[in-house]
């Protein structure tokens, strides 16, 4: 497959708890990859493998996987965690690297 | 703690060639793949390719045919053309570090991305 499907818009509840999913056909055999991105500043990875946080990223953001879908869970969503974020996998017929559409999460 | 810049043109005319240099500081551009990504004004991000320090390249079918990104292990950059430009190829164009692990492939370093406009 080479398609990587996200909702374009989410919203939480300050403190509360959102997923932000990514389908696609290569999620079945190569995981996704997260990313975040605030206005006017360069992409941020936030995720990666199987639940893999970089340093500095609080333990609030969490990844899984299940068949042909990822998620992104943030537990406890913060102002400052309103952004876009982007899903990335890889394509599973062609040697290509591709991004989901991007989720803007809205935290009220 | 790794540190990638862009530089070259913020402008450029239609049917030419776009050119810009990624330099990376506080790491060695031996090992690792580097590679280049773009997001259109109010879009997402779009892979672009990337280059092994060794040389080896892995470009998206979709700008294969327009794309050569290479690399300087002396001067520690890796630079990307993108030949017959039009408005389409306007966009902000991030560098960045990449790595495989396995089933995953992630980028953990990126620059601050640099505006390119193609206009007449």
């Known amino acids: 497959s080479s398609e990587l499907t996200q909702d374009p818009a989410v919203s939480v509840a300050l403190g509360q708890t959102v997923s932000i999913t990514c389908q696609g056909d290569?999620?079945?055999?190569?995981?996704a990859t997260w990313y975040q991105q605030k206005p006017g500043l360069a992409p941020v990875l936030v995720i990666y493998?199987?639940?893999n946080r970089p340093s500095g990223i609080p333990d609030r953001f969490s990844g899984s996987n299940s068949g042909n879908t990822a998620s992104l869970t943030l537990t406890g969503a913060q102002a400052e965690d309103e952004a876009d974020y982007y899903c990335q996998s890889r394509d599973t017929t062609v040697h290509r690297l591709m991004f989901g559409g991007g989720t803007k999460l809205t935290v009220l | 703690q790794v540190q990638l810049q862009e530089s070259g043109p913020g402008l450029v005319k239609p049917s030419e060639t776009l050119s810009l240099t990624c330099t990376v500081s506080?790491?060695?551009?031996?090992?690792?793949?580097w590679s280049w990504i773009r997001q259109p004004p109010g879009k997402g991000l779009d892979w672009i390719g990337y280059?092994?320090?060794?040389?080896?390249?892995n470009y998206n079918p979709s700008l294969k045919s327009r794309v050569t990104i290479s690399v300087d292990t002396s001067k520690n950059q890796f630079s990307l053309k993108l030949n017959s430009v039009t408005a389409a190829d306007t966009a902000v164009y991030f560098c960045a570090r990449g790595d495989y692990g396995g089933t995953l492939f992630y980028f953990d370093y990126w620059g601050q991305g640099t505006r390119v406009t193609v206009s007449s």
């Open positions: 493998g199987k639940n």
């Open positions: 506080g790491g060695s551009i031996s090992d690792h793949y």
């Open positions: 290569s999620l079945r055999k190569y995981y």
């Open positions: 280059i092994y320090y060794s040389g080896s390249t």
